[in-house]
C-alpha cells in the first residue's frame, strides 16, 4: 500500500493504473486523479484551480503522465511548497529524471522495482551502412522525449548485449552525450546520427 506523508512523487513504469489503486487504496478519502500523456500547462492550472477548493478533510490531488513539460512544474513549484489546508500531492512518472530538481526537492520520492524490457532493433551495427542508418532514423524521427530516452537505451543494450559490442569510449561517450541532448529537447534525429556515426567504423571489437 502507498502511503503518501505529504507530498510525494512515485516513480512507476505503470502510472495509470499505480494512479487507480492509490485512489482505491486512500478511501474514504477523496482523490482527483489528473492522468496525462503529457502533463502541460493546462494540466497545472487545472491542478491549482482544484487544489484550492476548500475541504474540511484531506483531498489527495493524484497528478500522473509520461512527461511533466517544464512550465508545468514550474506552475506548480508554489502550490508543492506550500499546499493549501488539507490537501496532499503525490506525483507519477515513469522515470525520476522526468522531475525538475526543484520540483524533486520539495517532495518525498518512491521508486518502484523496474521490470527491464528492451525492445529488438531492427539495425545491424556491426554492418551499419549510411543508407540502412538512414531510413531507420526516418522511422523514428518523430517520437516524443520520453520515447526518445527509451529508444536510446534499447539501442544501447543491443549494442552491448545482442550484438556482443565492446563499446569504444567514443561510443559510450556518444550515447551519455545522447541522453544530455535530449533532455535539452534536441531533435532526436540529429541524436540518432550523432550515435550511430561512432559505429560505422569500430564495430569489429566483440566482448
Request: charged share 30%.
Amino acid at each position: 500500500m502507498f502511503t503518501p506523508s505529504g507530498g510525494s512523487i512515485l516513480i512507476t513504469e505503470h502510472f495509470e493504473e499505480r494512479s487507480l489503486e492509490i485512489k482505491e487504496e486512500l478511501l474514504p478519502l477523496r482523490c482527483v486523479l489528473f492522468v496525462r500523456e503529457d502533463f502541460k500547462i493546462e494540466d497545472a492550472k487545472e491542478v491549482i484551480s482544484e487544489a484550492y477548493k476548500s475541504e474540511s478533510s484531506t483531498k489527495t490531488l493524484i497528478l500522473g503522465a509520461k512527461s511533466f513539460t517544464i512550465p508545468a512544474q514550474n506552475a506548480l513549484l508554489k502550490i508543492l511548497e506550500e499546499p493549501p489546508l488539507n490537501i496532499e500531492f503525490i506525483l507519477l512518472a515513469p522515470n525520476k529524471s522526468t522531475f525538475l530538481p526543484t520540483v524533486r526537492s520539495r517532495l518525498s520520492l518512491k521508486q518502484e522495482p523496474r521490470q527491464r524490457h528492451h525492445e529488438a532493433i531492427s539495425l545491424s551495427l556491426r554492418t551499419l551502412e549510411l543508407s540502412s542508418m538512414f531510413l531507420w532514423i526516418k522511422e523514428h524521427e518523430k517520437f516524443k522525449k520520453h520515447e526518445a530516452k527509451e529508444l536510446i537505451e534499447h539501442l544501447f543494450y543491443h549494442a552491448v548485449h545482442v550484438e556482443g559490442i565492446s563499446l569504444t569510449s567514443v561510443q559510450i561517450e556518444g550515447f551519455d552525450k545522447a541522453f544530455r541532448l535530449i533532455e535539452l529537447n534536441a531533435r532526436l534525429q540529429s541524436v540518432l546520427v550523432m550515435i550511430l556515426m561512432n559505429f560505422l567504423k569500430e564495430v569489429k571489437r566483440v566482448r
